[in-house]
């Protein structure tokens, strides 16, 4: 039965991506409407630095322009507009006293509020107020409601990010809802983009999908890869099982129990040499590089090439050594013979009679040529197909697939080519990747 997941809830301290960006807007503004309300209140204080300075100074230059043209002028006062000093008869009050020459506002004379006018005129020092309590009340006022607007204002943006911020990333959690929900057991899974998914999030959902179409990849492989593991090793088993059987039975001559036993040594020494590649192909090639060493390509060529003669019994075959270079490799010798040893096996196995012919270039390319009944480039294709599928499997040796995996897993490139004379297979294994630098 398939473990039931379950919804991840966020972990603890973690804020969702919705909440950071409406934090930030709402800072945003709030810094916004602070600077704005900031300058409104610095440009309002300067325009009414100017206004009352425009206003008292003219009213004062009045005053002194009729005073000099007429002696007996006398000034009135108004409920908003007050002259002090002018006469006896209005003497400067204590509160304005203490005042330079020059205009002051925010002067508190009681309950009212007093912008005032200080002037030194021939020798006399006159006092010009004007009463801004009803206009100081409208502009407090005007204050708070700016600053409850922009509040207001702040709260709405808010709410309307939080809002759209929901619409916007709603393909985003739908996306990692789906994801949540794939199943490593089924395969051909697709998730779908959303209609209402921005470009970035089709971006990311394409990417997702590639990711599971390799990964699926990936897992055939490795099935393959494992069914072929077991049937290689199945079949060794399955032989030095009926081999042992065979020997221990009561009877059996001393030579067939020799022949047994030695049997059951070959087939260890395959199996040992299967379990070599598996191991190699378990590691990282970085890994294997410690394990490399300085080989003389040629003299092991030679040296495989004899081991494999007696293959070829009773068959009319020869196997010669054409070494065109001596390249010196970097690489695991185990790994190099268990390579090029089972090309020339299976050059053996699949040839009648004739010469399997070994050449070794300067740059490290060994190409085995057998004199069997030949392959068309169509056969070829197929062969890599069945490589590719673990199909190759004869019994005996070890299987092209582990073979071509195991190349491929150091950088080598092994390829098959129909021979131009239409007679035989030509095997080709690339090992320049290893050369050893000079």
Not at 193 to 206: C, G, H, K, R, Y
Not at 269 to 279: C, D, G, M, P, T
Request: aromatic residues 4%; hydrophobic residues 40%.
């Amino acid at each position: 039965m398939t473990p039931k997941t379950t919804p991840r809830t966020p972990e603890k301290g973690r804020t969702s991506l919705r909440t950071r960006v409406t934090r930030w807007l709402l800072l945003y503004a709030a810094l916004l409407s602070v600077a704005v309300f900031l300058h409104g209140q610095i440009v309002n204080s300067q325009a009414e630095d100017l206004t009352w300075t425009s206003l008292l100074q003219s009213e004062l230059d009045h005053f002194i322009q009729r005073s000099d043209e007429d002696p007996n002028y006398r000034w009135t006062d108004t409920n908003t507009v007050q002259l002090f000093g002018d006469d006896e008869q209005s003497p400067i009050p204590a509160v304005y006293a203490p005042y330079p020459p020059g205009v002051h506002d925010g002067v508190r004379v009681g309950d009212q509020d007093k912008v005032i006018l200080v002037r030194e005129v021939r020798g006399r020092k006159l006092v010009l107020a004007l009463e801004i309590t009803e206009l100081q009340h409208h502009e407090d006022n005007l204050g708070l409601w700016m600053l409850g607007s922009n509040v207001l204002a702040i709260v709405l943006l808010g709410l309307l990010v939080a809002w759209g911020l929901g619409r916007v990333l709603k393909p985003l959690t739908d996306l990692s809802n789906r994801i949540r929900r794939l199943t490593p057991e089924q395969p051909g899974q697709v998730i779908d983009i959303d209609p209402l998914a921005s470009s970035e999030q089709a971006v990311i959902t394409e990417s997702l999908n590639d990711y599971i179409r390799r990964n699926e990849q990936f897992v055939e492989r490795e099935r393959q890869f494992i069914n072929s593991v077991s049937h290689e090793l199945r079949t060794p088993i399955a032989i030095i099982d009926g081999a042992a059987d065979l020997a221990s039975q009561p009877g059996t001559s001393a030579k067939t129990t020799q022949q047994q036993l030695g049997r059951i040594k070959q087939i260890t020494a395959q199996v040992e040499e299967l379990i070599s590649i598996l191991l190699v192909l378990a590691k990282s090639p970085d890994r294997l590089e410690k394990t490399s060493e300085l080989i003389a390509l040629d003299e092991l060529v030679e040296t495989l090439a004899a081991d494999h003669r007696f293959l070829s019994g009773d068959k009319s075959l020869t196997i010669t050594v054409a070494p065109a270079g001596k390249p010196i490799i970097l690489a695991p010798t185990a790994v190099v013979s268990v390579v090029i040893g089972n090309l020339i096996r299976n050059a053996i196995e699949n040839s009648d009679k004739g010469d399997i012919q070994v050449s070794i270039s300067q740059r490290a390319e060994v190409v085995i040529d057998d004199p069997g009944h030949g392959m068309t480039p169509q056969e070829i294709s197929a062969l890599y197909a069945r490589m590719v599928r673990g199909e190759l499997r004869d019994g005996q040796g070890i299987g092209l697939e582990l073979i071509a995996r195991l190349c491929g897993h150091l950088g080598w490139n092994l390829r098959f080519e129909a021979k131009d004379d239409g007679r035989g297979t030509r095997a080709i294994v690339d090992l320049s990747s290893s050369l050893a630098k000079s």
